[in-house]
């Protein structure tokens, strides 16, 4: 999306995708590590295994992987494991279109909610999914991090 009008995409990963997503985690998460004290869970991510499970779609934008979703169905919601877009490609609506995906996956398993944690410490996470309409459900600290864990129950008229 190198200008208004301009096409994104998304796709399922493949397996020749798994280091550009290591890369964007990098990125994207790398602010983080000075205020957490350590490098957050999704830049160790085991990118090539859950593409080989299936559980990881892409944004592709001006040519290149610019953003990816690690989610899947569990019994009571969506389960959305790690988002992140390329902070050279954010503003421009990528994440929006993963989270759409993500409503899209919802429904189409038959789930009525979205759920997910981020840490504590990522205010902007925590901004960017209360604007979209998730909940804090509960805080906990998980293998060191200060975890907050959220629920977004989806609209029933779609």
């Not at 602010?31 to 957490?36: A, E, G, T």
């Not at 877009?85 to 993963?98: E, F, N, S, Y």
């Not at 997910?116 to 604007?131: F, S, V």
Request: aromatic share 8%; proline share 4%; net charge positive.
């Amino acid at each position: 999306m190198s200008g208004p009008g301009a096409v994104a995409h998304l796709r399922a990963a493949a397996p020749a995708d798994a280091a550009r997503l290591r890369e964007i985690a990098r990125a994207a998460y790398q602010k983080y590590v000075p205020r957490i004290g350590r490098e957050p869970m999704p830049m160790g991510a085991d990118f090539a295994g859950q593409i080989a499970a299936a559980r990881v779609i892409v944004v592709e934008a001006d040519g290149t992987v610019a953003g990816y979703m690690v989610a899947w169905a569990e019994c009571d919601a969506y389960y959305i494991d790690n988002i992140a877009v390329d902070p050279a490609h954010q503003g421009r609506g990528l994440g929006r279109m993963l989270i759409a995906c993500a409503v899209r996956a919802t429904r189409q398993h038959g789930l009525g909610a979205i759920r997910l944690y981020t840490n504590a410490a990522m205010r902007e996470n925590l901004a960017i999914y209360a604007r979209i309409g998730f909940v804090e459900t509960r805080r906990a600290s998980e293998d060191g991090f200060d975890r907050v864990f959220m629920r977004w129950d989806l609209p029933a008229d779609g």
